[in-house]
Protein backbone atom coordinates (compact mmCIF):
# COMPACT_ATOMS: atom_id res chain seq x y z
CA UNK A 1 0.00 0.00 0.00
CA UNK A 2 1.52 3.14 -0.81
CA UNK A 3 1.12 6.00 1.34
CA UNK A 4 -1.33 9.01 1.31
CA UNK A 5 -1.16 10.81 -2.03
CA UNK A 6 -1.44 14.17 -2.13
CA UNK A 7 -5.48 14.36 -3.61
CA UNK A 8 -6.02 12.77 -0.42
CA UNK A 9 -4.18 15.09 2.09
CA UNK A 10 -5.73 17.45 4.39
CA UNK A 11 -3.29 20.01 5.65
CA UNK A 12 -3.31 20.73 9.21
CA UNK A 13 -1.36 24.07 8.97
CA UNK A 14 -3.65 26.99 9.74
CA UNK A 15 -5.93 28.25 7.78
CA UNK A 16 -8.56 30.99 7.29
CA UNK A 17 -10.67 30.27 10.30
CA UNK A 18 -8.93 27.19 11.55
CA UNK A 19 -6.36 28.19 13.85
CA UNK A 20 -8.63 27.52 16.77
CA UNK A 21 -8.85 23.73 15.67
CA UNK A 22 -5.14 23.42 14.84
CA UNK A 23 -3.73 24.76 18.17
CA UNK A 24 -4.13 23.02 21.23
CA UNK A 25 -4.54 25.49 24.79
CA UNK A 26 -0.99 24.55 25.37
CA UNK A 27 0.01 26.45 22.26
CA UNK A 28 1.51 29.90 23.07
CA UNK A 29 -0.92 32.43 23.35
CA UNK A 30 1.30 34.58 21.16
CA UNK A 31 1.05 31.82 18.75
CA UNK A 32 -2.70 31.19 18.58
CA UNK A 33 -3.52 34.86 18.63
CA UNK A 34 -1.81 35.20 15.55
CA UNK A 35 -2.41 32.83 13.63
CA UNK A 36 -6.22 33.64 14.86
CA UNK A 37 -5.92 37.13 13.41
CA UNK A 38 -4.88 35.88 10.15
CA UNK A 39 -1.34 36.67 10.25
CA UNK A 40 0.63 33.81 9.16
CA UNK A 41 3.54 35.09 9.02
CA UNK A 42 3.92 36.56 12.64
CA UNK A 43 2.10 33.42 13.98
CA UNK A 44 4.70 31.36 12.30
CA UNK A 45 7.29 33.48 13.71
CA UNK A 46 5.92 32.99 16.59
CA UNK A 47 6.03 29.71 16.85
CA UNK A 48 9.65 28.94 15.59
CA UNK A 49 10.34 31.09 18.66
CA UNK A 50 8.59 28.64 20.94
CA UNK A 51 9.82 25.98 19.01
CA UNK A 52 13.92 27.13 19.64
CA UNK A 53 13.26 27.85 23.21
CA UNK A 54 11.32 24.96 24.52
CA UNK A 55 12.99 23.38 27.24
CA UNK A 56 12.70 19.67 26.41
CA UNK A 57 11.79 17.17 25.13
CA UNK A 58 15.62 16.03 24.56
CA UNK A 59 16.49 15.02 21.16
CA UNK A 60 16.95 11.45 20.89
CA UNK A 61 20.59 11.44 19.48
CA UNK A 62 21.59 13.26 22.88
CA UNK A 63 20.26 10.96 24.80
CA UNK A 64 21.29 7.68 22.69
CA UNK A 65 24.62 8.63 21.16
CA UNK A 66 26.26 6.00 18.29
CA UNK A 67 24.35 4.30 15.81
CA UNK A 68 21.35 5.58 15.43
CA UNK A 69 18.43 4.27 18.02
CA UNK A 70 15.72 4.19 15.06
CA UNK A 71 18.00 1.40 12.98
CA UNK A 72 18.41 -0.70 16.42
CA UNK A 73 15.74 -3.29 15.09
CA UNK A 74 17.84 -3.49 12.03
CA UNK A 75 21.07 -5.38 11.54
CA UNK A 76 23.41 -2.46 9.75
CA UNK A 77 23.94 -4.45 6.92
CA UNK A 78 20.28 -4.13 6.26
CA UNK A 79 19.91 -0.56 6.60
CA UNK A 80 20.67 0.98 3.17
CA UNK A 81 22.91 3.51 2.46
CA UNK A 82 20.28 6.38 1.43
CA UNK A 83 18.21 5.65 4.65
CA UNK A 84 21.66 5.93 6.84
CA UNK A 85 22.68 8.90 5.27
CA UNK A 86 19.21 10.32 5.61
CA UNK A 87 19.14 9.88 9.34
CA UNK A 88 23.00 11.18 9.56
CA UNK A 89 21.69 14.40 7.69
CA UNK A 90 18.87 15.07 9.64
CA UNK A 91 21.26 14.57 12.92
CA UNK A 92 23.60 17.24 10.84
CA UNK A 93 20.75 19.52 10.29
CA UNK A 94 19.24 19.97 13.61
CA UNK A 95 22.38 20.63 14.97
CA UNK A 96 23.73 23.15 12.52
CA UNK A 97 20.42 24.61 12.17
CA UNK A 98 20.18 27.54 9.80
CA UNK A 99 23.61 26.85 8.33
CA UNK A 100 22.36 23.70 6.78
CA UNK A 101 18.82 25.80 5.61
CA UNK A 102 18.99 25.37 2.07
CA UNK A 103 20.32 21.55 2.22
CA UNK A 104 17.96 20.67 4.81
CA UNK A 105 15.09 21.99 2.31
CA UNK A 106 16.42 20.09 -0.09
CA UNK A 107 15.99 16.77 1.65
CA UNK A 108 12.70 17.48 2.86
CA UNK A 109 11.56 18.26 -0.53
CA UNK A 110 13.10 15.11 -2.10
CA UNK A 111 11.67 13.19 0.70
CA UNK A 112 7.99 13.93 0.41
CA UNK A 113 8.10 13.79 -3.26
CA UNK A 114 9.00 10.05 -2.61
CA UNK A 115 6.73 9.30 0.00
CA UNK A 116 3.79 10.11 -2.23
CA UNK A 117 4.40 6.68 -3.58
CA UNK A 118 6.28 5.04 -1.06
CA UNK A 119 5.66 1.21 -0.10
CA UNK A 120 5.08 0.47 2.87
CA UNK A 121 8.51 -0.99 3.88
CA UNK A 122 10.24 -0.49 7.22
CA UNK A 123 12.88 1.42 6.02
CA UNK A 124 10.45 4.12 4.87
CA UNK A 125 8.44 4.12 7.88
CA UNK A 126 11.99 4.65 9.79
CA UNK A 127 12.47 7.53 8.24
CA UNK A 128 9.22 8.83 8.36
CA UNK A 129 9.82 8.46 12.52
CA UNK A 130 13.38 10.30 11.89
CA UNK A 131 11.66 13.35 9.91
CA UNK A 132 9.45 13.81 13.06
CA UNK A 133 11.75 13.49 15.45
CA UNK A 134 13.97 16.39 13.52
CA UNK A 135 10.60 18.39 13.02
CA UNK A 136 11.22 21.01 15.78
CA UNK A 137 14.59 21.45 15.45
CA UNK A 138 13.81 22.15 11.53
CA UNK A 139 11.17 24.54 11.59
CA UNK A 140 13.28 27.66 11.02
CA UNK A 141 15.39 26.32 8.27
CA UNK A 142 12.53 24.28 6.83
CA UNK A 143 10.53 27.13 6.55
CA UNK A 144 6.57 27.18 7.10
CA UNK A 145 5.52 25.57 3.60
CA UNK A 146 8.03 22.62 4.10
CA UNK A 147 7.17 22.06 7.69
CA UNK A 148 3.65 22.16 7.63
CA UNK A 149 3.79 19.83 4.41
CA UNK A 150 6.42 17.42 6.49
CA UNK A 151 4.13 17.24 9.17
CA UNK A 152 0.77 16.75 6.61
CA UNK A 153 3.05 13.54 5.34
CA UNK A 154 3.15 12.25 9.01
CA UNK A 155 0.26 12.89 10.23
CA UNK A 156 -1.67 11.18 6.84
CA UNK A 157 0.91 7.92 7.75
CA UNK A 158 -0.91 7.70 11.12
CA UNK A 159 -4.16 8.37 10.15
CA UNK A 160 -6.22 5.51 9.95
CA UNK A 161 -4.12 3.45 12.25
CA UNK A 162 -5.55 0.74 10.15
CA UNK A 163 -4.40 1.38 6.72
CA UNK A 164 -1.07 -0.69 7.07
CA UNK A 165 -2.26 -4.29 7.87
CA UNK A 166 -0.23 -5.46 10.74
CA UNK A 167 -0.46 -9.24 9.19
CA UNK A 168 1.71 -7.79 5.78
CA UNK A 169 3.39 -5.40 7.46
CA UNK A 170 3.44 -6.25 11.42
CA UNK A 171 6.95 -4.08 11.68
CA UNK A 172 5.48 -0.89 9.66
CA UNK A 173 2.58 -1.53 11.67
CA UNK A 174 4.42 -0.90 14.84
CA UNK A 175 6.33 1.85 13.76
CA UNK A 176 4.07 4.02 12.47
CA UNK A 177 0.97 3.46 14.49
CA UNK A 178 2.95 3.24 17.18
CA UNK A 179 5.95 5.13 17.45
CA UNK A 180 5.59 7.80 14.91
CA UNK A 181 1.78 8.23 16.62
CA UNK A 182 3.63 8.79 19.92
CA UNK A 183 6.51 10.77 18.91
CA UNK A 184 4.06 13.13 16.62
CA UNK A 185 2.31 13.65 20.29
CA UNK A 186 5.26 14.11 22.70
CA UNK A 187 6.73 16.45 20.49
CA UNK A 188 4.13 18.88 19.40
CA UNK A 189 1.93 18.42 21.87
CA UNK A 190 0.37 22.38 21.02
CA UNK A 191 -0.69 20.85 17.67
CA UNK A 192 -4.13 19.23 18.24
CA UNK A 193 -3.93 16.36 15.39
CA UNK A 194 -0.78 15.32 17.36
CA UNK A 195 -2.54 14.85 20.10
CA UNK A 196 -5.29 12.92 18.55
CA UNK A 197 -2.05 10.55 16.72
CA UNK A 198 -0.90 9.64 19.81
CA UNK A 199 -4.46 9.45 21.86
CA UNK A 200 -5.19 6.61 19.50
CA UNK A 201 -1.93 4.59 19.96
CA UNK A 202 -4.01 2.01 21.96
CA UNK A 203 -6.24 1.16 19.13
CA UNK A 204 -2.99 1.01 16.22
CA UNK A 205 -0.34 -0.74 18.07
CA UNK A 206 -0.27 -4.71 17.50
CA UNK A 207 -2.40 -6.73 20.08
CA UNK A 208 -2.35 -10.85 20.16
CA UNK A 209 -5.26 -10.39 18.83
CA UNK A 210 -4.33 -9.31 15.54
CA UNK A 211 -1.25 -11.33 15.53
CA UNK A 212 -2.15 -14.48 13.53
CA UNK A 213 -1.83 -17.23 15.28
CA UNK A 214 -3.21 -15.63 18.52
CA UNK A 215 -6.55 -14.88 20.35
Do not use: N
Request: positive net charge.
Amino acid sequence: MAATTASEKQSVRPGAGSAAAVWHRSAPQSVRRAYGKGKHAKGWSEWTRHLAGRPGPTAVEKLLPGRPALLWALPAEAAPKGTLDLLAGLERFASKRSACGPAARKAAAEWLAEAAGAVPEPCWAIEAVAWCHALPALAEPLGADLWWALLDQLLDAVAPVGQFDVEHYPLVHQLVAGELALTLGYLCPEITACRKAAGAVSRGVISRKRIPGFG
